[in-house]
């Protein structure tokens, strides 16, 4: 191979392992990580520096092992009433992660939180993040908050709320869901978990509706 080839995947699989280095998410760095040390893997073996070889590709069949292990995850998944947990904890834990809850929903006030339908999410029984809904007529509620806290953001709650547990919209006779944002990583998240985009003509916020089966 053209050295200069070689030369761009040894600094592509830099790029990726540095990259991973710098992720909350486990998920996102497993996978990252993953490119990386096979990058480094090819690199090594058309270098013939053996031991960066063989290094590296044990820790991308770990990453492998890992991202299966992921994937069959079996976690736990609860959510309880801001009523039942109560206001002192609650207020805890809002203020711990206030500077990321509020770069997801600048909007969204305490006190709004506390006035509304509100809950604590829990995985394997800890407290992961704060769902909020207010319902805006008989089959339709908008999502004020659905935040999860940087260690456990990988698409599982919200596969297990929209998904597996839609019993607890059904059971409120609720079957569209509304959220208003103009945050990127919100919006990427909420397309993801098959939300669609709609645009909202009085601001520059988006609407993003979801029909639930």
Same mark, same amino acid.
């Given at each position: 191979m053209n050295? +200069?080839? #070689?030369e761009i995947i040894g600094y592509l699989g830099s790029i990726f392992v540095a990259i991973s280095l710098s992720l909350n998410s486990v998920w996102k760095m497993?996978? #990252? +990580? %993953?490119f990386g040390?096979?990058?480094f893997t090819i690199y090594g073996y058309f270098i013939k520096a053996w031991p960066l070889c063989i290094? +590296?590709?044990y820790i991308t069949i770990m990453d492998a092992w890992y991202i299966a292990e992921l994937t069959r995850d079996t976690s736990c998944f609860q959510?309880?009433?801001l009523e039942n947990i109560g206001?002192?904890?609650f207020d805890k834990f809002y203020k711990f992660y206030e500077d990321d809850i509020?770069?997801?929903f600048p909007n969204i006030k305490y006190e709004t939180l506390k006035s509304s339908e509100t809950y604590l999410m829990f995985r394997n029984m800890i407290p992961v993040g704060i769902f909020s809904i207010k319902i805006k007529d008989a089959n339709r509620a908008q999502i004020l908050m659905d935040y999860i806290v940087p260690k456990f953001r990988d %698409?599982?709650?919200g596969a297990y709320l929209y998904e597996k547990k839609s019993y607890f919209f059904r059971d409120k006779d609720i079957k569209e869901l509304e959220v208003i944002t103009n945050v990127p990583l919100h919006e990427k998240y909420l397309l993801k978990l098959g939300f669609k985009k709609i645009k909202n003509p009085d601001d520059n916020q988006n609407i993003f509706l979801k029909e639930l089966i």
């Open positions: 050295q +200069n080839y #070689i497993r996978w #990252i +990580n %993953l040390c096979a990058m290094v +590296n590709a959510m309880d009433s206001e002192k904890y509020r770069s997801f %698409l599982k709650f």
